[in-house]
């Protein structure tokens, strides 16, 4: 096999591998994946829409506005924390393997990309029942898993090997993500941001890939400006990422 | 004939106290704090190169290098200095039971692991019954392979690393485990490997073992490559200099 044939066959065994882990210990497997999700947007639902009265703050259904950025938002802050132990978790195997490094933190983008896809039955379900209709821009949804795939590799591949030496970075990393959650438009849209924070909520690229994903219920959520922008961010944190993987690689392998 | 695995001035250093890992706030904690106690150099200016179907003992003292070298070879440690190059596909016999995932049941673990090793799924169809007939434990495939006896969990990891048809073979010490029945068949199996051409990398204190299997030596003495010669010769010199003390 070339090299890539072969990085890409580990890839698929280890991303079935997690899967497959994760739904012979557990009962309800499937639900468990989609459970979390579905009980934050429960919470959001009553807090913001039924007890806050959100005025004109996210679109309607408002259930529907906000599982559109819920489900993604899950699959990356479940990658992002999990890359964070990664090498703890896999040292055995990195010790006797070698499959080049990166592939700790891919296969976790790609397990944890199949559950986001398995969970988006819920989304239509939901669609459906709220009567919420889908635009042509439902095809965004490509581009914006690929793009939500390479940011949260290259996110990963920064957070992963520093975890090694800086063992309060996982604690950091959580905290950055419930900050980054609301940072995000996740319970508002891109839209609602006050026209002073509007420019600079762009350099988070979850900003554009959200919008791509809302286009398809919410074609005024698309916001072409955001999207370029998280192009532009994912990419630069890419560099960075295999920058810092590189660098870190080899004081990371005696560490573990 | 070129040689299969080249290692050049190869150097690799640790740090002293390996369990002091740096936490977030040494980060900002001034210069002092930043520059850790001294490094040592586990290994240094080490450099020889292995011809095909040659087998190769590594010999030395408890934490002179001889699993750090054999880490090298196997690149999953980097060297600081020099260079490996390993030309051929390796089957590590290090660490084998690492990749086997407890709660997956031993089908699972041999597709997974012989996967990870760079076996295709037909490849590993095609071998499947050898393996697990080797390892001796066909009424098992269907158990989650945490409910394996520890020998049982051996036995399959070796039968699976040395089905790879990789034309490297690395060994640590992983023959010291198992009952003697099942260790005289591991050594059977590498023997037969070594008939058919293979190059063999292997790390030991059994003497015996060394002379049966390895026909040069390596011997490895404060991070320093001593000698590189014939096994016997190898041995003979590293008991003169460790000569128990009567």
């Given amino acids: 096999m070339s090299p890539f044939a072969q990085y890409r066959h580990a890839l698929w065994l280890l991303a079935s591998r997690d899967l497959k882990k994760r739904y012979s210990t557990s009962a309800l497997g499937y639900v468990w994946s989609i459970l979390d999700p579905l009980l934050m947007a429960g919470i959001y639902f009553f807090v913001f829409s039924v007890i806050f009265g959100r005025g004109n703050i996210g679109e309607t259904p408002y259930i529907v506005f906000l599982l559109t950025a819920l489900l993604p938002w899950t699959w990356f802050n479940g990658a992002i924390s999990d890359a964070t132990r990664a090498f703890e978790f896999e040292a055995k195997l990195i010790r006797s393997t070698k499959i080049p490094r990166t592939i700790w933190v891919s296969s976790l983008v790609l397990s944890k990309g199949v559950e986001f896809l398995a969970s988006i039955p819920v989304l239509i379900v939901f669609a459906i029942f709220t009567g919420a209709t889908v635009n042509w821009h439902v095809v965004f949804w490509i581009p914006a898993i690929l793009l939500q795939a390479l940011l949260t590799f290259a996110l990963g591949l920064i957070v992963a090997p520093l975890v090694v030496f800086l063992r309060d970075l996982h604690r950091a990393v959580k905290l950055i993500l419930r900050v980054l959650f609301y940072a995000s438009p996740i319970v508002y849209g891109v839209t609602d941001m006050p026209a002073g924070l509007h420019f600079w909520a762009a350099f988070n690229p979850l900003n554009g890939i959200f919008s791509l994903y809302r286009a398809a219920f919410f074609p005024q959520q698309l916001e072409w400006f955001s999207v370029l922008m998280a192009v532009v961010m994912s990419v630069a944190f890419l560099g960075i990422g295999l920058l810092v993987f590189k660098r870190a690689e080899a004081a990371v392998l005696k560490e573990i | ?246």
């Fill in chain 2, 1 to 246: 004939m070129e040689p299969v695995i080249e290692v050049t001035d190869v150097g690799i250093r640790f740090k002293r106290n390996r369990q002091s890992r740096r936490n977030f706030k040494d980060l900002f904690a001034g210069k002092n704090r930043r520059t850790l106690s001294g490094e040592f150099w586990a290994l240094r200016n080490v450099s020889f190169s292995v011809m095909p179907g040659e087998a190769i003992g590594v010999v030395g003292r408890n934490g002179q290098g001889k699993s750090t070298l054999l880490k090298l070879v196997a690149e999953v440690m980097l060297p600081d200095e020099g260079s490996v190059g390993v030309h051929q596909g390796v089957a590590p016999l290090i660490e084998i039971t690492g990749g086997f995932v407890p709660e997956l049941t031993v089908r699972d673990n041999v597709y997974l692991t012989a996967g990870l090793h760079g076996m295709k799924r037909k490849e590993v169809d095609a071998r499947f019954d050898e393996i697990v007939g080797f390892a001796e434990i066909d009424k098992f495939l269907d158990t989650p392979y945490k409910h394996l006896s520890s020998g049982m969990k051996v036995r399959i990891a070796f039968s699976v690393v040395t089905q790879l048809e990789e034309p490297i073979i690395l060994v640590d010490e992983v023959l010291a485990v198992g009952d003697k029945g099942f260790r005289e068949k591991c050594y059977a199996r590498i023997e037969e490997l070594l008939a058919g051409g293979r190059t063999l990398f292997f790390v030991s204190h059994n003497e015996k073992d060394l002379q049966r299997f390895c026909t040069r030596g390596l011997y490895l003495d404060k991070g320093e490559l001593k000698l590189d010669a014939g096994i016997t010769e190898v041995l003979a010199r590293y008991n003169a200099d460790y000569a128990p003390k009567v």
